[in-house]
């Protein structure tokens, strides 16, 4: 939820990093991104955390 409350805050071309240790993340973000038309930058898995990155594209 503070992913997309952000993404209306910010400029067209703009990224957002999320953070999170949720594995769930790391599927999750990537298909609610592909649904909205934002674009997918990258996904990390560091071990303890997932760091997922997303351009606002609209």
Excluded: F, Q
């Amino acid at each position: 939820m503070e992913l997309i409350a952000t993404l209306k805050l910010i400029e067209i071309g703009d990224e957002i990093e999320v953070l999170s240790t949720d594995k769930g993340t790391a599927a999750d973000v990537p298909e609610w991104v592909a649904k909205v038309g934002h674009e997918m930058v990258e996904v990390v898995d560091h071990g303890d955390h997932w760091s997922v990155v997303v351009r606002k594209a609209k």
